[in-house]
């Protein structure tokens, strides 16, 4: 989203905005209204995938006097939740608005239709990548999902485990192109394993060899190390090099981590040392990792890895009681929830969700509530990387009996961190 938002100054009227679906033949001129919004020249190749990518059927547009003054798009995604289950989910992506039109009621006029559509169309959940942070909490999405961005240090950090087994791995540079089928035959092994991760469909699994030359910033084209094991791929990364040199004649490289994955600790740790031990370099860029990466239980030095934790995913219930029953819970919760949710009056209530590890049911009800939220707090649980202990404790959730905060966010705890490997928002596709 581009623009801060639309602080609306109280006692101005705000314009009944005409919300129209973009006409299959206006993708360009919708697109055009993107980039200008973003202020941000994009290479063609990148352009040319984008628009592969687009549903023209499913943007929306706000006009004045012909001109395009906002934008909204979805995306039909399908996204692991927790339990292992993978549903439909909209992504939410290309919302902008044109500078002349920030502060009018465009955004909001956009994200309502937006979500009357998404509802009539059945999906239970719609997520974005934020490009600024404040914009989205008003419309009920909730920071459901964070990243680790590492800058390490390569020279001082070794791996300290797991030094077992690791030598069996065998490790072969390809190029990424044509290892894709192999990577992506892993990547779909591990979808279910990690809540948050998109299946990669109708030509997104191209997007991760994006590698436009505007784009490497000094740095030679992607490359891709696959490790097997006994004759099966079990990891892959890509990766690019940026070598620089001293003023004393030292060689100062940076390798950037686009992607990396596997299915066993050996092959995971083979990838990480190759990765470390490149030559001519001394530093390791990795700006998108879940918060529970391995890697810090394998280092010899933490401190050196310097990790940051940011904000990645935002979740928005679009249907609270299909959300609710489309996963599973760690264990079992019986509690009734009194929602609130002025931008979708159809979830604003008392829910009482009764589930387990097999499934779940969830029914409106007038008992008393076991504990109050607004729909983006209880979005931010949904995925189990935010607990309600902690929305309780910054004030965001509401118990009204001892122990249910324990009770809820033991259901709803995932084993692994939520995470978005991959970028569907138009300002943050893989550039490193």
Known sequence: MSSTGELVTHGSPLPDWDVQSLPPDQWQPFYAAVLGAFHEPEPDEVT????????????????????????????????????????????????????VGRRRGVLTALMRQQLDSLRRGGEPLAVLTASEAPIYGRFGYGMAARQLSLDIASRRVRLAAPAVGSDEVGLSVEDP?????????????????????????????????????????????????????????????????A????????????????DIEADDPRAYAAL????????????????????????????????????????????????????????????????????????????????????????????????APDLSLDVAALGSAYLGGVTFSELAAAGRVHAHRPGILATATAAFSSASAPWMPFAFCRSLLPRL
């Open 48 to 99: 040319a995938l984008w628009g592969s990518l687009g549903e023209p059927r499913r943007c929306l547009v706000v006009r004045e006097r012909g001109a395009i003054m906002g934008t909204a798009g979805t995306f039909s995604f399908r996204m692991s939740i927790p339990g292992g289950r993978v549903v439909d989910t909209a992504g939410v992506s290309m919302v902008s608005v044109q500078a």
């Open 177 to 241: 192109h044509k290892a894709l089928d192999a990577c992506e035959e892993l990547y779909g092994r591990l979808l279910p394993q990690r809540p948050g991760m998109m299946a990669h469909e109708n030509g997104w699994e191209l997007v991760p060899l994006l590698d436009p030359p505007a784009w490497r910033d000094g740095s030679a084209p992607v490359e891709c190390v696959i490790a097997r094991m006994d004759g099966r791929v079990a990891g892959y990364a890509r990766y690019s090099v």
């Open 243 to 258: 070598v620089e040199w001293s003023r004393t004649n030292t060689a100062e490289g940076t390798v950037r981590v686009r």
């Open 272 to 367: 990480w040392r190759f990765i470390l031990e490149t030559d001519l370099t001394s530093r390791v860029i990795a700006p998108n990792r879940p918060v529970d990466e391995a890697l810090l239980h394998m280092v010899s030095d933490v401190r050196h890895c310097t990790p940051t934790v940011l904000d990645s995913l935002y979740v928005r219930l679009v249907d609270i009681p299909r959300a609710l029953c489309a996963r599973t819970y760690a264990t079992a919760i019986d509690t009734v929830l009194e929602v609130g949710d002025r931008f979708a009056p159809w979830n604003q209530g008392r829910w009482r969700l009764t589930g387990d590890g097999e499934g779940a049911v969830c029914t409106r009800t007038h008992d």
